[in-house]
DNA sequence: CTGAAAGCGCTTACAG
DNA sequence: CTGAAAGCGCTTACAG
């Protein structure tokens, strides 16, 4: 029961059906050459030896077909919007007999090399990666082996290469106007890790929103250190604790989003007639949040099969220009933001 | 620049450092047997190479040795449980240089189906598997052939073979105990798909709570139809409808607890003074929920540590007794689940 | 239309 | 201590 049955090799079939195993090779990936005949005695023996390929050994073997295999490189796996990532590469994938390779590196840049380096042993078809940082030099390393490589989130600051990924600065203003179209006035922003390209273009879309309805930027209520759920603990104790608090917030992405939420909670403030809050993702679970939270929705999904498109073309026509894909974002209103 | 460059095999670095392919290997492997001089000859020309192995060929080549991969069948990357399984997995692989193939299969058993077709087909040297459901014959065919297999969340009815998972009973026993003791007598239960062993077993928690607290069980109160937000949203709504309406509800999954959650709020209904809710699986979001949700933890983390370490035993020793390793739930409690 | 043979990059007995 | 050779399971020119 539990000594392991041999598998079936082209060997086994060849010998079956009484051919060669070129000629099973043959049959396997639809040669039209072979004779009806032989297909049919190749096929049945394939059915009665329970035979699959070995995609291992295909690997190994074929240089110019594709390996049916692509790498990933995600920098966080709890945040919601690479899962929604992940899915639209993988419905894509699925759809082609592709299998991806889910390396989760967890903001880690060591960790991020290590997983490059055995996706690059695996001979993968190409990777979808969002870099760790905007020079991030083993992303660089990697295309300039020759490799296909599809950004994502994010691209990289030294090299031209194809990128997928929100219409950040746009995102950023449509979720401060609404702020603004509702009576705020002093609106503060919770940003990301500072050395994120894309901390910066949301950076921006707040700002270009406050000059476009004529209201003065203030600096200090413009912060951030890290993206995750601490740094938005600690900025909201900060901002709620100044003397001339903001009415608004607007945070950079959902776990941000989910420090202020825990903050706003503790010190017993209604939102949103004492603080008013909305933020850059959506997720799942906004509608649950009592009240309902105004988001801005990134479409992960959609980002995802852009990007294994983009891969697959590259592949195969690995000279053309990179492209630079702007997915687009949705302000998802809910109840979050009212004004007094 | 988009060229790929030829890379270096165990030829390469041979030629290099005027030794045998063998030589290099014994080196690359650490085979005590090679002189010192030499194998500094031949660390040397691996550095100089940019030599790194190739794992497809390797796998392919080697029998009894680890392939450093291992295959996980995930039913739904969108749900934090698996999520957290996941990163536990993946700590305990990154720190043996091992790759993780993740195939999500969304609770489709075709999908299911493919990806155990390719993972085997891999070579993985084991598998990591939710089945879909308790009699999972893919899964069991799996196990038949002689592959390592480690079921997480779920067993096989049939089978007997390497299991963790939650204390499910306990779990629901706590959390209703802990309404009961808050005075709750009509608590209701909103159930995942009946069809999944786990659900069997927290409604055998949630009655063992009512029987052990002397407190009649309501059969036309504990309802449920599959494990997803719809669902929850539905059953939601049919209860609240009821003449003799529960005081708190007891849900058997996190994203039943979301559709329970819109549900109560879109009915402006007041927790817990109008509905108290306690919730199987906690989140990292459930803190910042107004007001934060009492739930019963799974440490999904332990669960994927504990099915990896199994795994690699289990590789090592084909022939040991199937372990059963109960994870212990905790239950958080927050403000939720008050009586008035 | 089919088969024999080379080779992808490794590992591992077997000689020496 | 080291090398030549076989072989893992495939694919693909090359003959015939």
């Known amino acids: 029961m539990k000594t392991a049955k041999t598998v079936a090799s082209l060997k086994t079939v060849a010998s079956l059906a009484g051919v060669s195993i070129a000629t099973v090779s043959r049959v396997l990936n639809g040669d039209p050459v072979v004779k009806d005949e032989t297909r049919l005695a190749v096929q049945r023996a394939i059915k009665t030896s329970g035979y699959h390929p070995n995609r291992v050994a295909q690997r190994l073997r074929s240089t110019n077909r594709s390996k049916k295999l692509i790498g990933l490189l995600i920098p966080d796996i709890q945040n919601p919007?690479?899962?929604?990532v992940i899915r639209g590469i993988e419905e894509y994938a699925y759809a082609n007999g592709s299998a991806?390779?889910?390396?989760?590196f967890s903001q880690d840049p060591k960790r991020e090399k290590?997983?490059?380096?055995?996706?690059?042993?695996?001979?993968?078809?190409?990777?979808?990666?969002?870099?760790?940082?905007?020079?991030?030099?083993?992303?660089e390393e990697l295309?300039?082996?020759?490799?296909?490589?599809?950004?994502?989130?994010?691209?990289?600051?030294?090299?031209?290469?194809?990128?997928?990924?929100?219409d950040n600065e746009k995102g950023a203003f449509n979720a401060v106007a609404h702020l603004i179209k509702l009576g705020h006035k002093r609106i503060a922003h919770i940003t990301g890790d500072p050395a994120i390209p894309t901390t910066q273009e949301r950076i921006a879309g707040y700002?270009?929103?406050?000059?476009?309805?004529?209201?003065?930027?203030?600096?200090?209520?413009?912060?951030?250190?890290?993206?995750?759920f601490i740094s938005g603990v600690e900025i909201t104790k900060q901002l709620l604790a100044l003397p001339d608090r903001p009415t608004a917030i607007f945070t950079?992405?959902?776990?941000?989003?989910?420090?202020?939420?825990?903050?706003?909670?503790?010190?017993?403030l209604k939102i949103p007639e004492e603080i008013a809050i909305v933020g850059f993702d959506d997720v799942y679970w906004?509608?649950?949040?009592?009240?309902?939270?105004?988001?801005?929705?990134?479409?992960?999904?959609?980002?995802?099969?852009?990007?294994?498109?983009?891969?697959?073309?590259?592949?195969?026509?690995p000279d053309r220009l990179p492209a630079n894909v702007i997915v687009k974002t949705e302000l998802?209103?809910?109840?979050?933001c009212g004004f007094k």
Chains 1, 2 share one sequence.
């Not at 950079?252 to 017993?268: F, P, R, V």
């Not at 105004?294 to 026509?317: K, N």
């Not at 998802?332 to 979050?336: A, E, H």
Request: charged residues 20%; neutral net charge.
């Open 81 to 84: 919007f690479y899962v929604d």
């Open 100 to 104: 991806v390779v889910i390396g989760n």
């Open 114 to 139: 290590l997983y490059i380096d055995i996706l690059r042993s695996e001979s993968v078809d190409g990777f979808i990666v969002a870099p760790s940082h905007g020079k991030d030099q083993d992303v």
């Open 143 to 166: 295309i300039n082996d020759g490799h296909a490589v599809v950004c994502i989130d994010r691209g990289l600051s030294n090299l031209n290469v194809d990128v997928v990924k929100s």
């Open 207 to 228: 700002i270009a929103a406050h000059k476009h309805y004529g209201i003065r930027v203030d600096q200090k209520i413009i912060k951030g250190k890290e993206s995750n």
């Open 252 to 268: 950079a992405n959902n776990l941000l989003t989910l420090g202020a939420l825990e903050t706003i909670l503790q010190q017993e």
């Open 286 to 317: 906004a509608t649950s949040l009592n009240p309902p939270l105004t988001a801005v929705r990134q479409h992960g999904f959609e980002i995802g099969q852009r990007a294994i498109e983009l891969l697959y073309q590259r592949i195969q026509q």
């Open 332 to 336: 998802m209103i809910r109840r979050s």
